[in-house]
C-alpha cells in the first residue's frame, strides 16, 4: 500500500509540474519575440519533442536494462538534474544562436528546462512500466488517466492562481523547489520498486498470453502516430485560431491544452466514456462548426460563443482520435512503446502546426487542412461500426455531409485569394493580407489586415486622398489631435507598430518619424505596397525589432535626441502585447521622450478594457492621463480610444485632445487602476473590466 501510494505521489506532482512549466515559460518568453501568438507554437513544438525524448528514454531503459539497473542509472540521472535547479529564463536575453524566431525559442527551453523537463516527462511511463511488473493484470493505463487529470489541473491553476498572484520570477523559484520533492519522490520510488528485479515473460500473466495484440504490428504503430499527430496538430491550429484576432495569452492557450488533455482522461480511465456510438453525433456537427467561426465576424458571432465553439469542437475531435488510441492501446507490457508513438506523432503535429505550415502556407489554412482530415477520418472509422439499420444509414449520409461541407468552407476561404488580393503572407509574427476594395462611395481603398484585423489602410482612387490619414489616425482621433498640439518647429515622433505607415502622413518638412517594427514583412508590405513612407515630408526610419528591446538598448535614436511624441501603436491580435504595458515598459518609454513629451497610447479593442492599466501606469509615474474617444465620421475615419499621457497637462490645456479627453480617474472605472509590472501581469483583469 505504501509503495502504491508513493508511486502515484510521484506520477501525480510529475504531471502537474510537467504542465505547469508549460505556460510558465512561454509567458516568460513571449516578450523576448514580440508577444506574438506564435512563441506559444514554438513552445507546444518543444514540449511535444522533449516528451517523445522522455518517453525514448523510458523505453530504451526498459529495453536494454533489467529493472535494478534501469533503477540506479535513473537516480543516477535524476540527481545530475539537480545541478540545474534553479530554472531561469530570461526573456529579455540576447538571440545570439539564429536569425529565426521560433528556432530561438527551442533553444532556450532546451538549455534551461530541457533535462528536468524530460525527467518529468519519463516518469510517467517509467513508473508505469515499474507499477506493471509489480502488478501483474491491473489496468496500469488508468494510471495515465491519473496523471491527465494532475496536468489538468496544473494548466487550470495556472491563470487562475498561480499566474495571478505570484511574481513570474518567483513562479519559477517555486517550481524549483517543487521539482527537488519531484526527485526525492522519484528516487524512493524507484528505490522501492527496483527491489522486485523480476523481468517480463511471455507467461507472466496468464491473462495476457496469446492475447492477439500482445506483439504490435507496424500498422499499428502508425496508426498510433497518425491519431496523435492530428490530435497535437488540430490543438495548435485551434489555439492560433483563438489568439490569432484575440490575444496570446496564457489563458487562451490553456484552454485548448486543458481539453486536449480532458479528451485523455476520459478516453483512458474507462471504456465506458468512449465509444463508437457515442462519439457519432458530435462529430457530425463540431468540424464544421470550427470552421463556421473563421468565417463569422465579430458582428455575427460573440467572443465567449466562438471561444466555446473552437473549444468544444476541439475536444470533440480529441475525444474521437484519443478514444481510438485507447481502443487500440497495448497489452500492457508494451506500454512504453505505445506512449513512445503516441508522444511521436505529438511531435510530429507539433511541428506541422508549429514550423512547416508558417513557411508552406501564405495564409492560416491549416485548421481547413486538419477540420477535413479529422472528419474524413472519422467517417472512414465510424461507418464500418453503424450497422445495416435505417439510422445507421442517416448518420452514415450526415458524417459524409460534414466532410463535404469542411470541403466546401475550406475551398471558399482558399477562394478568397482572388483578385483583389494584393498580397498574402505569413511568418512567425502572424498572417499578412492586403486587399484592395471598391467602397461604397466610390473609392478604391487598399486596406491591411493581420489575421481578421485591419491594421490600416489607403485610399488609392481618387489619388488626391491617397495621403490624407483615416482609420483609427485620422485628424478626429487622439493620435491625430496629439500630432497635432505639437510645436510648430521640426518635430521628432516615434512609432511602436509600423502597420500601413499611416501616421508618416502627419509628417512636415523638417521633421523626423522613427517607426519600430518587429515584423520584417510588416516593413515589407509598407514599404512596397503603400506609400505613406515614400511620400511623406518627412525624414522617415523604420527600425525593425521588438520596440521595447530597440529602446533599452539604445539603438533607436543613435544621435540620442529624444522625442516629442511616442505612440504605442503595436498590435498582437486585437490586443497590445502585454509586455509594451508594464511599468518597466512605461518607464523605458518616459526615456526617451523631451521633459513633458506626449505618450499616446492606442487602446482600441473590442474585448479589453485597458483603461485601468493606463491609470496605475500614469499614477506610477506620477503622469496625467486623457482618454480621448473619437466615434469616427462614418466614412474614413474609424471610432478609435487613444490615451494621452503627460507629465504636466498645463501647457497643453488648449489642445483639442484635452478638450475633448475625459482624465483617467479611479471614479470613471469600474476596478479602478491596475499595475502591471514585467513579473506581474494577468489578462483577465483587463477581461473582466470590459
Known sequence: MIKRTVLISTLFLSAFLLFLVQPMAAKVLLPRFGGTSAVWAACLLFFQFFLLVGYVYADRLGHWFDTQQKGWLHIAVLLLSLVLLPVALDGYGKAGWTADPALQVLLML?????????????????LQSFFAEAHLGVNVYRLYAISNIASL???????????????????????????????????????????????????????????????????????WIGFAALGTALLVAVTLN?????????????????????????????????????VMVPMVFFPALILLTQR?????????????????????????????????????RYLTRFYMAVSLGGALGGLFGSLIAPVTMTGFHELEVLTLTVAATAFWVLRKHLGKRLDAYLISTALLLSVVLCAALGVAKWGRNDASTRASMRNFYGVLSVIDAQESNGRLTRRLFNGAIEH???????????????????????????????????????????????????????????FYEINPQSIQVAQTLFSYLEKTKSKVDVVEGDARLVLTQGKANPDQ??????????????????????????QVYRSQLVENGI??????????????????????????GFHVHSPGDGDRQRGSDWVIMVKDPAPYRNSPWMSNGHRLSAGRLPHGPIVWTDGNNNLLDALAGQ
Open 153 to 223: 489541473l496544473a494548466l487550470v491553476s495556472y491563470p487562475f492562481t498561480v499566474e495571478r498572484w505570484l511574481p513570474v520570477q518567483r513562479q519559477l523559484q517555486i517550481w524549483s523547489c517543487a521539482y527537488g520533492v519531484f526527485a526525492i519522490l522519484s528516487v524512493a520510488t524507484v528505490w522501492l520498486y527496483a527491489t522486485q528485479s523480476s523481468r517480463w515473460s511471455p507467461a507472466s500473466s496468464s491473462s495476457e498470453q496469446g492475447a492477439k495484440h500482445d506483439l504490435p504490428k507496424t500498422s499499428d504503430y502508425w496508426v
Open 242 to 278: 483563438i489568439t490569432l484576432n484575440i490575444a496570446s495569452i496564457p489563458l487562451f492557450w490553456i484552454l485548448p491544452l486543458a481539453v486536449y488533455l480532458f479528451s485523455f482522461v476520459v478516453t483512458f480511465d474507462s471504456d465506458r466514456w468512449y465509444s463508437h456510438r457515442l
Open 110 to 126: 532546451t538549455l534551461s528546462i530541457g533535462l528536468p523537463y524530460l525527467l518529468l516527462a519519463s516518469t510517467g511511463p517509467l
Open 599 to 624: 505618450l499616446a497610447v492606442h487602446i482600441s479593442n473590442k474585448y479589453l478594457n485597458l483603461r485601468p492599466v493606463l491609470l496605475g501606469a500614469a499614477n506610477a509615474l506620477g503622469w496625467e
Open 561 to 586: 535626441a529624444k522625442l516629442q511624441l511616442l505612440a504605442v501603436d503595436a498590435f498582437s491580435g486585437d490586443a497590445i502585447p502585454m509586455h509594451l504595458l508594464t511599468l518597466e515598459a512605461f
Open 296 to 332: 463569422a465576424t465579430t458582428s455575427e458571432i460573440s467572443l465567449p460563443v466562438s471561444v466555446t465553439i473552437n473549444t468544444v469542437g476541439l475536444f470533440v475531435c480529441c475525444w474521437f482520435l484519443h478514444g481510438e488510441l485507447s481502443i487500440r492501446k497495448p497489452a500492457s
Open 456 to 514: 490600416g489602410s489607403q485610399v488609392l482612387e481618387p489619388v488626391t486622398d491617397a495621403q490624407s490619414p483615416g482609420d483609427y489616425y485620422g485628424s478626429t482621433s487622439g493620435i491625430g489631435m496629439a500630432i497635432e498640439s505639437l510645436p510648430s518647429s521640426p518635430r521628432r515622433v516615434g512609432v511602436i507598430g509600423l502597420g500601413a505607415g499611416v501616421l508618416a502622413a502627419y509628417g512636415r518638412g523638417g521633421d523626423h518619424f522613427t
